[in-house]
């Protein structure tokens, strides 16, 4: 081969390496075009994306209070703990340290260090000031997670009108229930950097945006008559053998909720294991057929529509045929001729019937619905229910229940439904709208200062007339001093009345067991408190009047002490001494 072929050769390796090498560069050239200025957009959202986080910040939530400011329910932080196994290091020093720390097991601390997984749940709930010690250390290996927890200073007292707050931190049941929006708050976000570990790199966030803290709780509730009510409804439920039981106590001329107490209760900072149907509050959501205590109602839409006035007489035989069955008083007697009192003291079914087939089925059902009855109370607590009430017209309604319907029976209400209703009664005929947050608190994170919301007492309806009642309240007051003289408290004019419920079943009422109940309130001129008082199924006696009267006296005798009302005669003595 000669130097000419050679050089010819050399040259055409030379040309084709630089086509090679041009084509390689321009290739090169071309992704860069490719990804810096066509793709870079999208590149750089993707790159933002890979660095960046989003942390949500939890709001505190807001405190509650009784209406004296006692404190009843706050927030502390609690942390979950955890390790990843393959990020240990010196794991007996470490398994030595969270042992003390901790006070767990070092075998079993040390067990999770060394475990063959990824991730290992090592401790839940561990109080503040540990977990802080525990972040300290510094560990990549150990996560630290704050928990929000929801606590209760005064334990079961207040479980049913409160609820519970899950570890999601959203209300259920009760006032956190209801309240729930207000009361979480609104939560915050940061958006930040971290490394491709999954570290947070130490810059500032990019973005923060704060929360915002729920509100804070004023209630109308009052912690000592709630430990009144509590400690009374307990002893009953001992002294009587009840298997479960509900008082309320309100104000009727405001509806404001003063005491809330339903047993069985529970601890609402410990409920994971309790059974989930004494989560909701029996006093707004259980229905019962209130029995002799209805007839409240009926005599004061007998005397509202004019068809009886308290001294109407009716010849009581002892039964009277509605709609094809036959109604017969409690002890199945025949009081000859009676007044409408009379018939209210001895709580004569065969009166309430004939009152109600007095007025007819349209007047009658009319008032019951003016009373409430079917239909929300609208109090601030969660799973509320309306009752139930079948009206004229509906494929199960039947004429007989025109009659059954006066005494109780065949009707299903709420406990705040039937103390709402009678708390129309002792208000001089006008129904308030019941009531448990009485102020929020909104503090302005901008300037630190509080703006306070108050709630107002709300006007529903008016029910009955002034005039008609006055005068079932009069009549009451008669129940108490010539009937149900266990709920009398000496010095002090009460009105009220007993009831004692037969308990339906799917094969008819039940031949043994009853509902023991008593609403009543104080002094009767000028009431301060109403009080309902139920009891389903007291052993020691099934009437009402032997067990529900008793617990009234026990709660109202506490009550005129702390509430400070004197005895009727000082007490209007005083008045007229007044200018």
Not at 31 to 39: A, G, K, N, T
Request: hydrophobic content about 40%; some cysteine; overall charge negative.
């Amino acid at each position: 081969m000669t130097s000419g072929t050679v050089t010819r050769h050399s040259s055409r390796r030379l040309i084709m390496l630089g086509w090679i090498l041009t084509f390689a560069f321009s290739v090169i050239v071309a992704q860069l075009v490719h990804y810096q200025i066509l793709w870079q957009p999208e590149l750089r959202d993707v790159a933002q994306e890979q660095r960046t986080w989003q942390e949500e910040l939890s709001p505190e939530r807001g405190y509650v209070f009784d209406r004296n400011g006692h404190l009843l329910a706050l927030n502390v932080v609690l942390w979950d703990i955890s390790v990843s196994p393959p990020l240990v290091n010196h794991a007996d020093e470490l398994a030595d340290t969270l042992a003390a720390l901790l006070e767990m097991p070092r075998a079993k601390v040390y067990g999770a260090l060394t475990a063959d997984a990824e991730w290992v749940p090592l401790a839940r709930f561990v109080s503040y000031e540990v977990g802080e010690e525990i972040v300290a250390l510094k560990q990549a290996s150990i996560t630290c997670e704050p928990r929000p927890m929801r606590v209760y200073p005064e334990g079961s007292l207040f479980a049913h009108a409160l609820g519970i707050v899950t570890i999601e931190g959203d209300g259920f049941c009760g006032l956190d229930g209801y309240h729930n929006q207000e009361l979480q708050g609104v939560a915050g976000r940061d958006v930040v950097e971290k490394d491709p570990a999954g570290k947070r790199l130490p810059l500032p966030a990019l973005e923060c945006t704060p929360p915002q803290a729920g509100v804070d709780l004023v209630l109308t509730l009052d912690r000592s008559i709630q430990y009144i009510a509590a400690e009374e409804l307990q002893k009953a439920i001992d002294e009587y053998g009840a298997e479960s039981g509900t008082v309320i106590i309100m104000e009727p001329q405001t509806g404001a909720v003063l005491a809330l107490v339903s047993y069985p209760d529970y601890d609402p900072g410990d409920f994971v294991d309790v059974d989930p149907r004494l989560l909701v509050d029996p006093a707004v959501s259980s229905m019962w057929e209130p029995g002799s205590i209805f007839k409240i109602i009926t005599w004061g839409a007998g005397l509202d529509s004019g068809t009886i006035s308290p001294g109407t007489t009716f010849y009581d035989d002892g039964a009277l045929e509605v709609g094809g069955r036959v109604i017969r008083n409690w002890d199945r007697r025949g009081y000859g001729l009676v007044t409408m009192t009379d018939g209210l003291v001895e709580s004569l079914n065969t009166v309430a019937s004939f009152i109600s087939t007095s007025m007819g089925k349209d007047r009658f059902y009319t008032y019951l619905r003016r009373f409430g009855f079917g239909n929300l109370t609208g109090v601030d607590l969660a799973s509320e229910g309306p009752g139930m009430m079948k009206l004229p017209g509906d494929p199960n309604w039947f004429p007989s229940e025109l009659g059954t319907n006066s005494f109780g029976q065949g009707i299903a209400v709420t406990p705040m439904q039937m103390i709402t209703a009678v708390s129309a009664v002792a208000n001089q005929g006008m129904m308030m709208k019941p009531y448990i947050a009485q102020r929020f608190i909104i503090e302005d994170e901008s300037n630190g200062e509080e703006r306070v919301i108050q709630v107002e007492p709300m006007v529903i309806r008016r029910t009955i007339s002034q005039e008609a009642a006055g005068t079932l309240t009069n009549m009451l007051v008669e129940v108490i001093e010539r009937g149900a003289t266990k709920a009398q408290v000496p010095g002090y004019r009460i009105a009220g009345k007993t009831g004692t419920a037969q308990i339906p079943t799917a094969y008819g009422y039940d031949p043994n067991d009853t509902i023991a109940s008593f609403v009543g309130f104080a002094p009767a001129d000028d009431p301060q408190f109403i009080v309902l008082i139920k009891l389903d199924r007291p052993q020691a006696s099934p009437w009402g009047s032997q067990t529900a009267a008793p617990t009234f006296k026990a709660i109202a005798e506490r009550l005129f002490a702390y509430l400070q009302i004197p005895p009727d005669e000082m007490r209007l003595a005083q008045g007229e001494q007044e200018p």
